[in-house]
């Protein structure tokens, strides 16, 4: 029997890996993946043309316990835009325009993902 964590992970990292196709297809440019700062992390940032985007992932198989973008709380709202500031910061990029967006996945029973957007989410 596999461990539950290493599962989690797993369809966490698949989510993220078809979000990454789902964008560079939307013709966004991916700079950071797993970016940790603060023990946190922000699991995508990518330009969006000027607009640098904070793209927090989250990955489900169905929808028993809510769609997977009602688990992004208040308090992980809060601490997503706490790393961003720490990513303009060592990335000096000073003012430019940002966003964050909540990326939902389901996965289907064939393995298909089924994403949806949600900009500026926050």
Do not use: H, W
């Not at 603060?38 to 028993?64: H, M, P, Q, S, W």
């Not at 973008?69 to 430019?96: F, H, M, N, P």
């Amino acid at each position: 029997m596999e461990d539950p964590r290493k599962t989690r992970v797993k369809l966490g990292r698949l989510g993220e890996d078809a979000v990454v196709r789902f964008l560079e297809k939307k013709r966004y440019r991916v700079v950071a993946r797993g970016f940790r700062l603060f023990r946190g992390e922000i699991d995508i940032i990518a330009y969006d043309r000027k607009t640098l985007v904070f793209a927090e992932v989250k990955t489900r198989t169905g929808c028993g316990f809510g769609f997977p973008e009602e688990s992004v709380t208040t308090a992980k709202q809060d601490q997503i835009r706490k790393i961003a500031q720490g990513y303009l910061v060592k990335s000096r990029l000073g003012e430019i325009p940002c966003r964050f967006d909540v990326i939902s996945v389901l996965i289907e029973a064939r393995g298909r993902p089924i994403i949806r957007q949600i900009k500026n989410a926050f």
